[in-house]
C-alpha cells in the first residue's frame, strides 16, 4: 500500500497545513466584499483547490437566510460533481474560523489518503 512514508514529497505537496488554510479562508471571506452578487443576491469565492476538489466560501443573500447563518463553507467535487461537505457560519470568528479548518484539514486528508490509494491500484 502506497502512503506518505513512502512517498513524502508527494503527500507534502497535496495536505494542506492548518496555516496555510486558515490564511486561504480569511483571504475568501475579504474576496467576498468584492465579489459582484448573483443575481439570487449570493456570492461565491474559491476558497482552495487540490485535484478536483474545491473549497467555496459562500455569502447567502440577506433574503435567504432569514436569521440564519449567512456563510456557508463547502467542499465541492469536480469529479462527483456534488458537494461533499458543508458547514454554515455567522461571521467566521475566531471558533468558527478554527472549526472550518478542521472542516477543511479533514476534507484535504481524506482527499489525500484517497489520492494515494487510487495510484496504488
Known amino acids: 500500500m502506497l502512503n506518505s512514508e513512502m512517498c513524502p514529497a508527494y503527500s507534502a505537496r497535496l495536505v494542506l497545513d492548518y496555516d496555510r488554510i486558515e490564511q486561504a479562508i480569511i483571504r475568501g471571506y475579504v474576496r467576498l466584499l468584492f465579489t459582484p452578487r448573483e443575481q439570487c443576491g449570493s456570492r461565491t469565492t474559491t476558497v482552495i483547490r487540490f485535484g478536483d476538489t474545491e473549497v467555496r466560501l459562500t455569502e447567502l443573500s440577506r433574503d435567504r437566510t432569514n ?16 458537494t461533499i461537505g458543508r458547514r454554515a457560519c455567522f461571521d467566521l470568528n475566531e471558533p468558527e474560523l478554527a472549526s472550518a479548518v478542521e472542516f477543511v484539514e479533514h476534507a484535504t486528508r481524506t482527499h489525500v489518503h484517497s489520492l494515494l490509494l487510487h495510484l496504488h491500484d
Open 67 to 82: 436569521g440564519s447563518k449567512p456563510f456557508l463553507l463547502e467542499i465541492y467535487s469536480h469529479a462527483l460533481l456534488v
